[in-house]
Each structure stands twice: as structure tokens, then as C-alpha cells.
């Protein structure tokens, strides 16, 4: 099968690890050709490119700046989004007949693109649904259900479920939002298709975390929380905040938070004014170095904003479970993470205005041998159904297809 891949992601190497990479590597190995669009900022100064690349083609297509700038410029940067990929794929995939094309939303602004190819080769299509926009953005006040933007995005929202024959969801949550607030789409077409990756093995031996931790002045005789990822709104970042202003004095537990994002200013104004004695502000590390350290930490953080009416499913959860990490997280009531983590015995969950909920499951986690068996049990369930074979069968399960021996 031809398969064309849509992301606005910057892709750079199908041999990297990472939620896309690991399931387009599914469907080379599997025999199929893949093809994949993805985007160049124009922060990068680099060109559009078609490129060959470990078996797979890649067309990287030129576009604004989305990351790191003004709402107003990422708002711009969007819509044009799906222009500039539809003339890419025109020039450059004009001869080229798909038979399955699958996208991700960030963002909804593909429908044209999937239109086109979908009507020109008679395509199926497959949408795998990581965020749930506009509704997000009015969550977090960004704009009105009444303004021009909502309605907007609303529309192309509604467009990109209609041409879609398949729509994978990260959690049954996902599915029953989708479908509640989504009529007109049939509920036989929605499904569960979870973040995944493929597991590598972890290197937890004592001697390697020692030296990591001695590294970044890590303390060794204290539990250790890690948060790595976005640091914007859709954190909650003041809560996080407030855990760690009323964990200050807390001689049991070291806070580690590692990222970037629209408030690391406000946690690093934080840090500058208050300096915690236990805890370290990190900005955005390359991913090989924030994984060691992620690996050489004893539980992981995940934060959501409170005031969030749609289940979102960050995807940061499997690199704590594929470090055999237990979980905390501290979310609004409506994403169905928690759920997942208390029932799958790898962590807790609490919500994130409670900060005398979120300290007790703290306490808790400070006890080793709960940690140990937690961690092993994150593994496990990883294994079971969070890896890219699982996402690839999901996916295929539509499709008669003999795979490549």
C-alpha cells in the first residue's frame, strides 16, 4: 500500500524514536511505501525538500513560525498551513496514487489537503486524533465560543471528522466526547488508537543514576519528581506552582522540571524569587539528555489545567512507564488519565486544585517498595497496550493486506 503521512511536526528521521516515527516504521518494515509531508519553520532558514530517506520519502514543506511566537502569527502560520502542503503535494506527488492517507491533528486545518488526495485517488483516510480544537482553546479563555476564530476552526473541525473514514482516539474518554459532541459523525467510524511506541530497553542501574543525578546536583537520598515537557497553558502551571511552594520545606522529595514553553518564564520567575531548595528549573533539553535524566528519577509528573472540558492524553506518560516510572498526576476531572493509571496500578491521580490531595499522593509515593512494584506494573501495562504494533494493527485492521515476511 502507498501510504501518505500528514504532520505538522518536524520530522527529522524516520529512525528517531517518537510516537510518529515508531508507527511509520511499522508500515515500512511491514512492506509498505510510505510517504511522509511535514513542515520546515521558516525560523529554520532551510527550503522545501523531497528527500529519500532510510526507505522512506519525505516532503518537508516550508511554512511560518508555529512554535515559540504571538498567537497572532501562530494563528496565521496555521491557516496557511494546508495551502502550502496542498501545492507541495501537487508538485511533487502529482504522479503518485495513495491508498491510505493518515494525519494528526495539531491542527484541523487539513481538510482541503485530505480532500484532494482522498477525491484524486480514491483514498481511505485515517485521522488520529491528539487534540480536540477549537473546544481546548476555549477551555483556557484564548477566545469566545462567540468570536469569528471559534467558528472558524469549528467549521474546518467539523469538515476534517466528515472526510475522515476512521478517526483513532488516544482513550475511550476521547471516543465518547467525540462522538457525544459530534452528531453527525457515525460512532462505528470512532476508535480507540492510543499513543504508542516501541519499548527499548532502560539502563536503571544504580551506579548510571548516581552518575547522572551527581550530574545536576541531584540529591540520591531523596524521591525524586520529574516533569518534563510543554510548559504553557494547558499545564496549569500555577497549581504546579503551588505544590511546590507548599512541598518548600519537604526534606523527603526533590522536584525536577524540565522543558519549555509560554509560562517557563513564570516558573523561572518563580525559582529567581523564591529559590527552592528542592526542586530545579531546566529548559528545553535535547531528547537523549532528557531522557537520561528522566531515567534516573523516581516518579513521574503530569500536569493539566483544571479548567479543561475535554480529555486530553499527554503522550509524555509513556516515556515514564518505558523507564518503569510510577505516575502522579494532577489534572481536570474530565480526561480519562487518571482512570487509566489508578486501574493499571502504575500511580495516582488527583485534581489539579487540590493541592492537599496531590501532597497525601506525594507522601505515598515515597515509599520504595510501592514505587518498585508501581514502576514494574507501568512497564507491563506499556507493553500490553501502548506499543506502535498495537496502533499499526488498529489501523490496518480496516485493510486487506498480506504483510511482508
Known sequence: MNILFLSIGRLNNI???????????????????????????????????????????????????????????????????????????????????????????????????????????????????????????????????????????????KQLYALSNHIGCMSQ??????????????????????????????????????????KYNIPLDKTVFIYGGNLGKPQGIDFLINCLKTNKDNDDVYFVIAGSGTEFNKLSAFFNREKPKNALLLSQMKKDDYEALANSCDVGLIFLDNRFTIPNFPSRLLTYMQASMPVLAATDVNTDIGKVIVEGEFGYWCES???????????????????????????????????????????MSHFKYKEKR
Open 15 to 157: 529512525e528517531d524514536r517518537g510516537l510518529y516515527t515508531d508507527l511509520l516504521r511499522q508500515f515500512r518494515d511491514k512492506g509498505h511505501n510510505v510517504y511522509v509531508v511535514s513542515s520546515i519553520e521558516k525560523r529554520l532558514h532551510k527550503p522545501t525538500e523531497y528527500v529519500n530517506e532510510n526507505g522512506v520519502q519525505f516532503l518537508r514543506v516550508k511554512i511560518g513560525n508555529i512554535r515559540n511566537t504571538n498567537l497572532i502569527k501562530k494563528g496565521i502560520s496555521t491557516i496557511m498551513i494546508e495551502s502550502l502542503f496542498l501545492k507541495a503535494i501537487k508538485k511533487y506527488m502529482e504522479n503518485i496514487n495513495f491508498d491510505l492517507v493518515i494525519y494528526s491533528t495539531p491542527p484541523i486545518t487539513f481538510g482541503k489537503v485530505v480532500r484532494y488526495v482522498k477525491k484524486r485517488d480514491n483514498a481511505r483516510t485515517y485521522l488520529l486524533l491528539k487534540d480536540i480544537f477549537p473546544q481546548n482553546a476555549v477551555d483556557l479563555n484564548m477566545f469566545s465560543k462567540n468570536s469569528l476564530l471559534h467558528k472558524y476552526f469549528k467549521m474546518k473541525e
Open 173 to 214: 474518554g476521547n471516543v465518547d466526547f467525540v462522538i457525544n459532541n459530534n452528531t453527525e459523525v457515525l460512532p462505528n467510524t470512532v476508535e480507540v488508537c492510543p499513543n504508542s511506541i516501541t519499548p527499548v530497553k532502560v539502563d536503571r542501574a544504580e551506579t548510571k543514576i548516581r552518575n547522572i543525578r551527581s
Open 353 to 395: 486544585n487540590n493541592t492537599k490531595q496531590f501532597n497525601k499522593k506525594l507522601k505515598q509515593l515515597c515509599d520504595n517498595k510501592l514505587r518498585e512494584q508501581m514502576g514494574i506494573n507501568a512497564r507491563s501495562y506499556l507493553e500490553k497496550n501502548y506499543t506502535s504494533r498495537h496502533s499499526y494493527e488498529i489501523i
